[in-house]
Each structure stands twice: as C-alpha cells, then as structure tokens.
C-alpha cells in the first residue's frame, strides 16, 4: 500500500510539474512580453520555454518521419512484417537508407521519444534536448536519402 502511495505521489508531482511548465508558457503568450523582457525577468524560464518546444516539435517531426518511412519502405518494394518505430529504422538498414551507425542512433531517438510520450521529467527532458540536434540531423539525411524522385 505505501509503495502504491509513493508512486501515485510520484506520478502526481510529474503532472503538476508539467501543468506548471504549461501554465507558464500560457502567461509568457498571454502578456506578450518581447523575448527581451522576458529574459531579463527570468532568463531560465525562458530557456525551458524554448527548450520544451524544442522537444514537442522534434516528437512530432519524429511521428511524421517514421509514419512517412512507413509508407515509403513499402512503395520501394520493401516487406515490413510489423510497423513500429524501431523495426522501420531497421529496414532502413537493410533498404541502405541508413549505417548500422546510424541505426544505433535512431533506436536511441525511437527509446528518447518514447520518453517523452510517458510524462514530464525535467532531468530527462534536458538530456533529450541535447540528443536532438543530432537527431534533427539524423533526421534530415535519411528524408533526403528516402525522398520520393518524380
């Protein structure tokens, strides 16, 4: 019963640490303050703003790259047994779309957004925005190398 009570309380602190994080951003767009001001008034709070966008825009290029790679795999003539995340990053191995280097990453970057799906951890949030320029470029090379030719 107490180790239920303990993780409820973990899982509530989280909530309200992310309800916190947005209510914040809902007062920074509400007063409109120029980037100026808000960074003199507390430049920390403005880097988390920035940083949390960072992650919500990386989670959605990341869904949208793995679903279009979803679709393209196939099109090219490729089987795909079962479609997740991981599994297309590894046909992207086989299809030469991707270095066995470079699947090590994207199976990190599949590990980091499924992360960020699971709640608000500010230590691992920051880890994760440190990982995502390289995943951005990570990103950019295989929808280059997968990119559809009229």
Not at 99 to 106: D, F, P, T, W
Request: net charge neutral.
């Amino acid at each position: 019963m107490a180790l239920e009570k303990e993780r409820l309380q973990k899982k509530y602190k989280k909530a309200i640490d992310a309800l916190a994080t947005l209510q914040e951003a809902l007062v920074d767009l509400n007063e409109s303050q120029t980037l100026a001001q808000c960074a003199q008034r507390d430049p920390e709070r403005l880097y988390k703003t920035f940083r949390d966008s960072l992650v919500q825009r990386f989670e959605y290029t990341f869904d949208t790259t793995w679903k279009y790679l979803g679709e393209y795999l196939p099109a090219q003539g490729r089987i795909l047994e079962i479609k997740t995340p991981k599994a297309i990053f590894r046909e992207c191995l086989k299809a030469k779309l991707l270095s066995e280097k470079e699947v090590i990453q994207a199976i990190k970057m599949v590990d980091h957004r499924n992360l960020t799906a699971h709640g608000y951890d500010e230590l691992l949030v920051e880890e994760i925005s440190g990982s995502i320029p390289v995943y951005a470029v990570l990103l950019g090379a295989l929808l280059l190398r997968a990119k559809i030719t009229e």
